[in-house]
């Protein structure tokens, strides 16, 4: 049976997840407590903390802040300036390949490289969201009417893809084949990268605040419904076509929160109620892994292994749920 190991933290839980076997646990109140044998906190930022992505390598954390700051904070507690943009407010962050950070203000997105180099992409609109390709440098940036695809490490000409409307966050498949961003209305949208066709997905309730892609970016499960759900993206078309699974559908209360499996075609699944669920896909079996709580599950993470999930909500609740013995 899962057990839940509830942690204290001091506010709303921006992100939680797993530096390879730590856990960690960033909120709105500027604090990161990483848990494992022990506690360690830190507390990087002047003011609040806005976003939260850990290094791609496992090595540390890297946030930002309303104070302008970017920091890289590693499992020990210590922390180290990366960037500064002094009177921004940077609320939105990525990590990608040998140590690169990408950051965003308003209509202007910044990589810095691990190698201290930083470049600058402006755009005519606001910046929705940032993503870095899963192989090599480049980063997708979200935006009104579309998306735009840069070379970040090297000089090459951006590429655009439109779609009326605002863009919002924005996720590469694993395979690297479809770049898919969710928009300001109740919808997805996507496109195919070999020839930018475009894909819709619509029909949810609410805005869609999460997605996680399967193991091997099968499906992609999303939030925003009173189920999870998850758009098969096997075959030549994507979900074009073809009908997503829903997956631990509930009357009283809509996904805010989702995380697939790294091993396994189950997923985990956060209400608003702050309730957790985890889900088979081939059958739709369900798991309680927790009962409902005070506020939204804002954020799920499993470990590499599979074996625990880290949960965080609005209302400075966070622990951590074991799936085995």
Request: with cysteine.
């Amino acid at each position: 049976m899962p057990t839940v190991a509830p942690l204290d933290v001091d506010g709303f839980v921006v992100r939680a997840g797993f530096l390879n076997d730590l856990a960690y646990f960033a909120t709105g109140e500027g604090e990161i407590l990483f848990s494992g044998s022990g506690e360690t906190k830190a507390r990087p930022h002047k003011a609040g903390l806005l976003a939260a992505e850990p290094l791609r390598d496992g090595s540390g954390l890297v946030t930002s802040g309303d104070d302008g700051c970017i920091y890289l904070t590693a499992a020990d507690g210590t922390s180290s300036l990366v960037a500064e943009r002094p009177r921004k407010w940077i609320d939105l962050i990525a990590t990608g390949p040998s140590g690169a950070v990408a950051f965003a203000s308003g209509r202007t997105a910044w990589v810095r490289l691990g190698d201290g180099r930083e470049k600058e992409f402006a755009h005519d609109r606001a910046v929705g969201g940032l993503a870095f390709a899963p192989k090599g440098v480049r980063l997708a940036v979200s935006r009104y009417d579309g998306a735009t695809l840069w070379w970040a490490g090297s000089d090459g000409a951006p590429v655009d893809f439109s779609w009326s409307g605002a863009h919002l966050g924005i996720s590469f498949s694993p395979d690297g084949k479809y770049l898919v961003t969710a928009m300001q209305e109740n919808a997805l949208h996507g496109w195919r990268l070999s020839d930018s066709q475009d894909m819709r997905m619509t029909g949810y309730p609410a805005k869609v605040k999460s997605f996680s892609w399967s193991l091997r970016g099968k499906y992609l499960a999303t939030s925003g419904a009173n189920a999870a759900i998850l758009w098969p993206f096997f075959g030549k078309t994507g979900p074009m076509g073809q009908n997503p699974l829903q997956l631990g559908t509930r009357s009283d209360s809509l996904v805010s929160s989702v995380a697939c499996h790294p091993k396994e075609e189950v997923v985990a699944v956060g209400y608003q109620d702050g309730m957790i669920l985890m889900c088979r896909f081939a059958d739709n079996a369900e798991v309680s892994l927790r009962r409902p709580g005070n506020g939204p599950v804002t954020t799920l993470e499993w470990d590499a292994a599979g074996d625990r999930l880290v949960f965080g909500t609005e209302a400075a609740e966070a622990g951590l749920v074991s799936i085995k013995d």
